[in-house]
């Protein structure tokens, strides 16, 4: 039996897969694609991605703030975060981190995910970062919590002497759709380059469209094109590529 697609990262909770999610999961699964994570937003949406998790087997998520919804939503009671993260279909902390592209002040941002770090070293649970032109003070955030059980970087598009370091950490790099833009040089040299066993992909869909299809909504779907991609850059079968990848994912999040 060929190896099945773990998309790690897919915001499938969000309203644009309101009216075909059923039917998308349904596509995802003639395809092979059997695992998807949703990654955790804020408080509120969480219980949204519960009840997805619940009605969808092979769907997982994650709970925690992205930086992008830091001004709208609050950390919550350590209690109900403690609930969230017991829940059964529940692998890991984020997405978290920093992104110095927004308006918000680093330092309000990072309490936050300093708040998450703790959490990840408490529960030992793996971490999803969401990192953005702050990558040094990531890594030394890193460095001084020592997060046991590590996580990724998910959408990751720095050099290879940046991947290193955090592979060095015990951090992934979540590949996507970046790859599939032959102008992404770094990348796509990044990716050939760092050995196998520290990539993840993800489509971070609805986000990311890949390279011939901007402008619309990017789907779970699409994680087969960013392996084949990858597979190509690497020269490795698509075989090779998807089951390692759905390994990496599936030892880092304990599925
Ligand atoms: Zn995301």
Redesign the pocket.
Known sequence: MSPHFFDS?C?FDFEVFDDTRRSLWSACLEKNIQQLLI?G?HPKQWLRAQAITEQYPGILMAAGI?PWWLASAVLPETEQWLAALKFPQCVALG?CGLDAVIDLPLEKQQVVFEAHLQMAVEVSMPL?I?VRQAHNETLQLLKRYQPPRGGVI??FSGSIELAKQYWNQGFHLGIGGSITYPRAHKTRKMVKAMPLASLLIET?SP?MPLSGYQGQPNSPLRIIEIAATLAELRQQSLETITEATTANSCRLFGR
């Open positions: 990262h915001h990654p937003i992205h997405e999803i969401h998910h959408g971070d986000d």
